[in-house]
């Protein structure tokens, strides 16, 4: 299951991520994503109603979202992460990383992909047998850092999150730089779109990004 997840984000080469506080809200948002091709979408737990709503859009994908791995970001420790897969998320996508989360996941047998910024953090998540970590906040670490980085960890995967623009060209050049997938957040899922705007932009960068 890990393995497919994996897959759907590489495949897309971006991951949507989003919270809003009203459930009907996220559920446009999410049946925008999915109805332009995305299969693989990280809801942020960043409001006191992220679970609940979580919970909610879980339901919901089980009869009008069926292809749709929901994961979770922002979560920052093991009551959080305990929380969420109960909440049957597919995946959880943090922050920060330490041994402690890192080994619960694997406990839990939830795929983790941790935020990682140095070479000593990314060592964790590799030393504990994961193969994808999220390299946050990108734009500090800049669009040469995972070339100089990956042949100490050839068998790692990097997806890169944080200032990254939703431009198939600025994606592009993520992408020759060594990451497999992006994540984008108020970049693309911008509050001033409509679903139709967002469901065509989404349209567009996939077919742009899939040509490359």
Known sequence: MSLNIIQKIKEQKIIPLFYNDSF???????KSLYEAGIRAVEYTNRGELALENFRKLKELAVTEFPELSL???????????????????DFIITP???EELVKHSVDKNILLIPGCFTPSEINIAYQNGLRMVKVFPADLAGKNYIKSISPVFPEMEFMLTGGIHADAQDISEWMSGGAVAVGLGSALVKKEFSDEQLKEKVEQLLSLLNKK
């Open 96 to 98: 920060i990383i330490n």
């Open 71 to 89: 994961g979770i970001g922002t979560v920052k420790n093991i009551s959080e992460m305990d929380a969420f897969i109960d909440a049957k998320a």
């Open 24 to 30: 009907e809200v996220s559920k446009s948002i999410v």
